[in-house]
């Protein structure tokens, strides 16, 4: 499995779990909503940080390209942040219209990231990277264990 159909799939992983912290807020279940939130968030940070900590270190090393594509994403990684405290807190303020209006605005950022990582930036690590690939699949395994 290369480094864009894993990634790939856990950002579809990550999406149905955001689908259902939308639903509990939705619903304005509070007790089920800072779960699935917290779950939502819990997921994405580990994605974030398998990308920062792990990918983005490796393809900047191999390709010398650090002013590129993984400082955008860090930098959309760092909006994306704001938006779970800013949503952390709608749901602990039990405000789910106003929830709701921050996962929107966090669903189209999310959508146009995964976009351009699974066209472009993924693709050029398997270009990169192919001899790791196992290695950084096994990382995100491991990492999902927590």
């Known amino acids: 499995m290369n480094i864009k159909e894993f990634m790939a799939q856990d ?5 149905l779990i955001f689908a259902q912290a939308e639903a509990t807020a ?13 779950n939502f968030i819990k997921a ?5 940080d398998i990308e920062e ?20 994403m860090r930098m959309e990684h760092d ?3 704001a938006l779970f ?8 303020e039990k405000q789910s219209d106003n929830y ?9 950022l999310m959508q146009q990231h995964n976009m351009k990582e699974e066209q472009i930036l993924y693709t050029m690590m398997d270009q990169h990277l192919s001899d790791e690939s196992d290695y950084f699949h096994q990382k995100l395994l491991d990492w999902n264990k927590d």
Do not use: Y
Request: with cysteine.
């Open 11 to 15: 950002h579809k992983d990550c999406d």
């Open 79 to 81: 909006q994306m942040r």
């Open 53 to 72: 900590i792990e990918l983005f270190p490796a393809f900047e090393e191999k390709t010398g390209m650090t002013m590129g594509p993984t400082q955008m």
């Open 44 to 48: 994405m940070e580990r994605h974030l």
């Open 100 to 108: 709701l209006d921050i996962a929107e605005t966090l669903l189209i």
């Open 26 to 38: 939705s619903a304005e279940d509070w007790g089920s909503a800072t779960r699935a939130v917290g």
């Open 85 to 92: 405290t800013e949503m952390r807190n709608a749901i602990e």
